[in-house]
């Protein structure tokens, strides 16, 4: 019966992430918050699927275990070493800001000693790892300066763990003395691994890749994971930390990427579920009784923390932009905060209510980190947009005015779009000296190729103003090379119109912008791929046998037939059924040309 209803339990574990998280994607609300909610539906103060989330909140906390090895894969001994001021200072700032802030609101507002006040604060100034490092990933700034300091804080807090249980066990009236590890005992085991470790982790997983298999191996790799995080927590130290230590160790190990490719899956599934267990650890009736009161303590939580973040970053001379996005990513409660709540309420350091009450804010602050990145977002890219649009209007303005400047330099040719593709034709003409006007609308790639002496300029070449201005109607020749498909289209419909005596050279990026080129009447538009694709064809079927003349014949064949082909389709382009027969009919008429005139 047991059996059963674990099984069963798994289901309901599948289902609810299987329809939360797509349809909180979906609507934009990020993956957390759909196995945050799904986890408070079937968990036991709502729908009562599952009745005792303590046993799966333990398991899953190993998917925080395989997300902190991973990330200690990423880095090595001397980059630790390096980080140590950052470590020490701006995590211990955080930390002791933070929790000196909340105690003062505390012995305002609550009527508890300053020591409960004071482990409160402890509690909630830790943030979650779990939540925190994939939304810097997801955004990019795990590998910046700043995302590294906002790494630097989650490390401090997952070592402040210990020292936190350490002191709530000296201050709880039930503590007993003989249950803890002498702290010497933690430090000699730690000493112990860093120094032998990787002396015996890889012969271990050289062995296994040796005689084994690649689930052998993986099976060797959690293995190695989870015995150092459960001998770490045997020692007094947590098994996140013990996880981070073993990826340290084998993080110059040449199995290293293997291992995070195997242990990713589990990683990802683990977290999920870790989520969904602090989903069902949150009273929602509490917060229904009380929601005005939750909310605003949860948000007090947020700010209190994102400006201790944005302040202490402020210090290490980081713009305060930077510091509020990682504040903003480092606000809610973390994971260990209900460890220490637990711990408290079982020793009777802290009332029951009084930890329910903490459990909920943590856990709400978490449902709210998503939601409060995207506001974040929203009002950061709609100022960038401004003053990026700005920024757009002068550099447009200063190219408008130098292109309208008397100038020796007389473009026979404007090439529209100096991407990869502009760039080799301008480099070509640079070479046989003739003269050329660039048209890009990145202003940073603009000012690079400057540096190179490139008469580069920054518009818009569907304005025909920019187009006079760079000499269109003296040049012979202007080259499309666009990215944008339909700025491409319009680029042609305007000098078609106003400047038909110009030679168009046009880049279409796919066969169907070959066809809408066409149809406008550029001539031979140029497939971006297709010669490069007709070069690689014809070295692969010298290298299976055929002569260099029988390949150059075959490719000829292709050449003509594929020319004739896209003339026809022009035609019928938008009729999909003419256009499906045509490419049919075209295959069999292919395939016969080569078995009559390509020999082996």
């Known amino acids: 019966m047991e059996h059963h209803e674990t099984l069963l339990h798994a289901i309901y574990y599948l289902l609810a992430a299987t329809i939360a998280v797509p349809l909180f994607r979906r609507l934009g609300l990020g993956a957390i918050l759909g196995y945050l909610v799904a986890g408070a539906i079937i968990g036991p103060y709502e729908l009562g699927l599952i009745y005792q989330p303590e046993a799966t909140f333990q398991f899953s906390e190993l998917g925080v275990v395989l997300l902190l090895f991973v990330i200690g894969l990423e880095l090595n001994p001397q980059q630790l070493w390096k980080m140590r001021l950052d470590i020490g200072l701006l995590g211990g700032a955080q930390m002791l800001l933070t929790a000196f802030a909340i105690t003062a609101l505390i012995a305002v507002f609550l009527d508890l000693s300053w020591q409960q006040g004071f482990m409160i604060g402890l509690a909630l100034a830790l943030s979650s ?8 990933e997801e955004h990019k700034i795990m590998g910046l300066p700043v995302g590294r300091k906002g790494f630097s804080i989650l490390l401090l807090q997952d070592l402040a763990v210990i020292p936190i249980l350490l002191l709530l066990a000296t201050w709880s009236p039930a503590a007993a003395e003989d249950t803890h590890v002498p ?9 112990f691994l860093l120094l032998a470790g990787a002396r015996i982790f890889n012969p271990l997983l050289q062995v296994v890749a040796k005689y084994g298999s690649r689930e052998i191996l993986t099976a060797a790799g959690l293995l190695i994971v989870l015995s150092v995080a459960y001998l770490m927590q045997l020692v007094g130290f947590s098994m996140s930390m013990g996880a981070f230590l073993a990826g340290i160790l084998l993080a110059q190990s040449s199995f290293r990427h293997q291992l995070a490719a195997d242990i990713e899956p589990f990683k990802g599934l683990l977290l999920g579920l870790f989520f969904i267990a602090v989903g069902m650890s949150l009273n929602l009736r509490l917060l229904f009784a009380e929601p005005l009161l939750i909310l605003a303590l949860a948000l007090t939580l947020m700010l209190v923390k994102i400006l201790v973040v944005a302040v202490v970053l402020r210090i290490r001379q980081f713009p305060i932009k930077d510091g509020l996005l990682v504040g903003v990513m480092l606000a809610q409660g973390g994971e260990f905060a209900f460890v220490v709540m637990s711990t408290a309420e079982q020793s009777r350091f802290l009332p029951e209510n009084i930890s329910n009450y903490v459990v909920l804010v943590v856990g709400i602050s978490m449902a709210l980190t998503s939601p409060l990145v995207m506001l974040h977002e929203f009002f950061t890219r709609k100022r960038t947009m401004q003053e990026k649009a700005s920024e757009e209007a002068t550099h447009a303005a200063n190219s408008l005015k130098a292109l309208e400047e008397p100038d020796a330099h007389k473009a026979e040719v404007i090439i529209a779009g100096f991407g990869r593709f502009g760039q080799i034709i301008g480099r070509i003409l640079t070479a046989s000296n003739i003269p050329f006007n660039a048209l890009d609308k990145n202003p940073e790639h603009i000012e690079f190729l400057k540096n190179y002496g490139v008469q580069s300029y920054y518009g818009d070449a ?53 066809y809408q080129l066409a149809e406008l009447g550029v001539e031979n538009p140029i497939r971006e791929i297709y010669e490069s694709s007709l070069s690689a064809a014809m070295r692969t079927l010298t290298e299976v046998g055929y002569t260099e003349g029988q390949s150059q014949h075959a490719i000829d064949i292709f050449r003509e037939h594929d020319h004739s082909l896209l003339h ?19 295959r069999k008429e292919l395939k016969d040309l080569f078995s009559k005139d390509v020999t082996l």
């Open 129 to 136: 790892t779990a939540f925190a490092i994939p939304l810097m």
């Open 183 to 191: 702290w010497w005992i933690g430090l000699c085991t730690v000493t």
């Open 462 to 514: 569907t304005r025909i103003e920019l187009l006079e201005a760079a000499g269109i109607r003296d040049a012979k020749v202007l080259v499309v090379a666009l990215v944008n498909i339909e700025a491409s289209l319009e680029v042609v419909r305007l000098v078609k119109t106003h400047f038909p005596h110009i030679t168009l050279i046009v880049r279409a990026r796919d066969r169907a912008h070959a």
């Open 568 to 586: 026809q389709a022009i035609a019928i382009s938008k009729d999909p059924k003419e256009l499906a027969l045509l490419v049919k009919q075209s």
